[in-house]
């Protein structure tokens, strides 16, 4: 099955270049460069990226700078010095939309990183050593799985109070609820992958257990994982921002895209302007990694086409 | 399937248990000493707050805390907040408002997302198939909280303004079981795209096997190939992910219910973390994560009576 919105090509053609045998690794980077979701998706990623870590490029107002914000020009429309008009404090949106990317960006990908490491190292060894190892580590799981990630994230960052919110917070609530998703899948993995021929010709040949993990297991366990982890990023910028909008995420004066559309909500059917840029910012956020997550689990996972 | 069935029973028991300690310890380990926080910032006369810290049982051991906080829940007693209101009484006719909206969403749901999907899955490769691709990566990628928020201005405003006609309303439960459409729609959207990959691909699927072939081959009409042999066989998936999904609905209803002021249960949650009544907090998301246990447990067990091939391991 193809998810992707473009049109691939037929399966012959592909099958044809490949005159000597491709690893999935070369042949997946080969299906990429020529899927244009993932180019589309991964342009949006880099501009993104970019604001990030240097809003400064894109904006010359310092968002962070009070000094910039003029309630004598308060809530004004579009204009052509606020390209996306201002807010109720006068605060000019397209400067704040700028610098409200770094927030979901480090959310999501720290929150990627968090859980791939410690889901993805537990299922793998949950599922290489199996027995007591497995049953104590997939129990512990099933319990965070069992609790819907919203609903616990709010309860836990609820308990931490808003005083010590912040995005390490944000990142521990969603790493907390979404590590069990990876150890599932990296364990169903490596399960597959640990009776393959191969490994067993590695055992027979006096491989120890960690050369054997990491060498043979790890390498032909970890697409899967990849896989999931890229669609989840674009879930935890979303996330982040439903956090931050019913105020148990990050905290003003920081800025994030949730907090400016529960900033701007009272005045908002009145004037969209600054409810509107961040959502669609936050939409579009979301959207490159969704495709980047749809595109690299067509690559990788040949048998869902 | 009676094995398997007495299995997924007693596994459910180490995730109930542990979800409603994971909860609990979480309010147990809160800072500060919430019988001073009543007395606001004058101190408490210690014979009072020894009192009530014995009402509460503040000073019982960790597990006789957690021991009586879960028979309490399963005799329907969620405890008093510190300022004497019973939980329970709060949760009165709210869980109405989030299950009649949990249910509108899954009924747009499987409206909806089937019928995507069976188009999308007849029509493989062309247009429509690739157009159907294109409307779940956009739905999935708008998160309810911006759809929410659009949608209420182009249909509440723009569109009334406009036209002076009111499609839908936008706010509240005033107007009965219509007020519900538009929350509806906005809390299922993210459903609606996985739940029509999900027909899709079921159907592809099922389209593909020797049966079909044969059904076919033999002269079958089509309408009777897909209606009787294709489509019941692959509902089966569908079935089991909207009986979860109801779950995962109420869940998540709570930023719904905020931006469209329907005073269910999220609602409540999103007003009682603002003021921080933490006792409400856990009843709500106890209760919430429990229908959500409950909803997996129950598909499971119904996924093995529809799909008899299902066995246990």
Request: a positive charge; charged letters at 15%; glycine letters at 10%.
């Amino acid at each position: 099955m193809s998810d992707t919105i473009t049109q691939q090509p037929p399966k012959h053609a592909r099958r044809v270049k490949a005159e000597k045998p491709a690893s999935l690794w070369s042949d997946a980077w080969y299906d990429l460069r020529r899927n244009k979701v993932f180019l589309i998706g991964s342009v949006l990623a880099l501009i993104l990226i970019l604001m990030a870590a240097f809003p400064s490029i894109f904006s010359h107002i310092n968002a962070y700078d009070p000094a910039t914000c003029d309630l004598k020009t308060a809530r004004r429309g579009i204009t052509g010095e606020h390209w996306f008009g201002t807010d109720n404090l006068g605060c000019d949106t397209y400067s704040r939309v700028i610098y409200g990317a770094r927030v979901s960006i480090l959310v999501g990908i720290i929150t990627t990183v968090i859980t791939t490491v410690v889901g993805g190292g537990m299922g793998l060894v949950a599922g290489f050593f199996g027995r007591w190892s497995d049953v104590l580590l997939s129990r512990v799981a099933e319990i965070f799985f069992a609790i819907p990630p919203i609903l616990g994230a709010l309860l836990i960052l609820s308990v931490i109070g808003r005083d010590n919110a912040g995005i390490g917070t944000v990142v521990m609530a969603l790493g907390v609820l979404y590590w069990p998703l990876l150890l599932r899948i990296m364990r169903a993995a490596v399960i597959s992958a640990k009776n393959q021929d191969f490994v067993v010709a590695a055992r027979a040949l006096g491989a120890s257990s960690g050369r054997i993990m990491i060498r043979h297991i790890l390498p032909n366990a970890v697409a899967p994982v990849i896989v999931t982890a890229t669609l989840n990023l674009g879930a935890f910028i979303a996330a982040e921002a439903g956090l931050s909008f019913l105020g148990v995420g990050v905290q003003s004066p920081t800025i994030s895209w949730g907090l400016m559309i529960s900033d701007a909500r009272p005045w908002f059917l009145a004037q969209p302007e600054p409810l509107l840029f961040p959502a669609l910012f936050l939409s579009i956020t979301v959207l490159a990694f969704v495709m980047l997550g749809d595109a690299v689990r067509d690559a990788l996972d040949p048998k869902l086409r | 399937m009676g094995r398997y069935a007495l299995r997924r029973l007693l596994q459910a028991i180490p995730v109930l248990v542990g979800t409603t300690f994971f909860i609990f310890v979480i309010v147990y380990a809160l800072p500060g000493d919430p019988i001073q926080a009543l007395g606001g910032d004058r101190r408490m006369d210690p014979v009072i707050a020894r009192a009530l810290r014995d009402k509460f049982g503040l000073d019982d051991p960790l597990l006789v805390q957690y021991w009586h906080y879960l028979t309490g829940i399963f005799s329907g007693n969620f405890g008093t907040t510190f300022r004497g209101v019973e939980v329970s009484s709060i949760f009165a006719g709210k869980f109405q408002v989030t299950l009649q909206l949990a249910l509108t969403a899954l009924v747009m749901e499987a409206i909806i997302g089937v019928g995507l999907g069976l188009w999308s899955a007849l029509r493989r490769g062309r247009w429509q198939d690739q157009f159907v691709l294109a409307v779940t990566l956009l739905l999935v990628s708008i998160p309810p909280l911006v759809m929410g928020f659009v949608l209420q201005l182009w249909l509440g405003v723009k569109f009334k303004l406009g036209t002076g006609i009111e499609l839908v309303p936008v706010a509240g439960i005033g107007a009965g079981e219509k007020s519900y459409l538009l929350p509806g729609f906005v809390l299922a959207t993210t459903s609606i795209a996985y739940l029509t990959r999900l027909t899709r691909t079921s159907l592809m699927e099922t389209l593909r096997s020797d049966f079909i072939r044969t059904a076919v081959a033999k002269g079958m009409p089509r309408r009777r190939v897909l209606g009787r042999h294709a489509l019941r066989n692959s509902l089966i998936p569908l079935v089991t992910y909207l009986g979860a999904d109801l779950g995962a609905l109420m869940g998540g209803a709570v930023i719904t219910e905020t931006i469209f002021n329907l005073p269910g249960i999220g609602l409540q949650l999103f007003q009682s973390v603002y003021l921080r009544e933490n006792t409400v907090v856990v009843g709500i998301v106890t209760v919430l994560v429990l229908i959500y246990v409950v909803a997996n447990l129950v598909v499971d067990l119904l996924y093995a009576v529809l799909d008899p091939r299902i066995r246990y391991e």
